[in-house]
């Protein structure tokens, strides 16, 4: 049974940096073609993509966020870690973090965590 | 950037209707296109990958074709808990990008 779980602060002040833990179970991230990705979603919007690390440690950004983003991995541990810096109201979503695996694409998901940023 | 645009953005449909939701791409994807269905406060569920195959355990009245730049997805007989926000979503090339949804609606 494969699960993905988001964990992280529910509330970052402006300016912050933000850390989200993906765990998961039912895979390893060790296998050819897996993936763990990170999706958000602003309340009453449109998903976006964010960024994905693979098993043999690509890794690609979105390009509008690539200079905010870091994602890594530790396998041992069965998670995946999402930095993003100097978080903005604007960055306020649910955050999703997903398996990618080949053709089949983002199979499974989280179940998400809202992140708010405020003052 | 490869856009997806959706259409409609709502549409309004009673059970058992036939719905088709289509998606075009700003630029040929082959058949790297892929839909999710999502309720509201729930994770994106995905239907379709390679534009037409159903992921496991999808029912059948879900079905997905195009390929290039055109695509559709099509529920064959609504059913009551198909009401939902579909997504088309692009991987023939970074970065990934997603369609703005289309909610369907009773």
């Known amino acids: 049974q494969i699960t993905l779980r988001e964990s992280g602060p529910a509330l970052v002040r402006p300016t912050q940096t933000l850390s989200l833990t993906c765990t998961f179970s039912g895979f390893s991230l060790t296998t050819a073609a897996e993936g763990v990705g990170w999706i958000r979603q602003p309340p009453g919007k449109a998903l976006e993509w964010l960024a994905v690390?693979?098993?043999?440690?690509?890794?690609r950004y979105s390009p509008s966020l690539k200079t905010r983003l870091s994602i890594t991995k530790d396998t041992s541990k069965k998670q995946v870690v999402l930095t993003m810096t100097n978080m903005d109201p604007t960055d306020t979503a649910t955050y999703f973090c997903?398996?990618?695996?080949?053709?089949?694409?983002?199979?499974?998901w989280g179940q998400g965590t809202l992140v708010t940023v405020s003052s | 950037d490869i856009q997806l645009t959706q259409s409609p953005s709502t549409l309004a449909a009673s059970v058992g209707d036939r719905v088709t939701i289509t998606c075009r791409a700003s630029?040929?994807?082959?058949?790297?296109l892929a839909w999710f269905q999502q309720k509201p406060g729930q994770a994106p569920k995905s239907l379709i990958y390679s534009a037409s195959t159903l992921q496991s355990g999808v029912p059948a009245r879900f079905s997905g074709s195009g390929s290039g730049t055109d695509f559709t997805l099509t529920i064959s007989s609504l059913q009551p808990e198909d009401f939902a926000t579909y997504y088309c979503q692009q991987y023939s090339a970074y970065p990934l990008t997603f369609g703005g949804g289309t909610k369907v609606e009773i």
């Open positions: 690390i693979y098993w043999n440690d690509d890794i």
């Open positions: 997903a398996r990618r695996l080949g053709v089949l694409n983002f199979d499974y």
């Open positions: 630029q040929g994807i082959a058949k790297y």
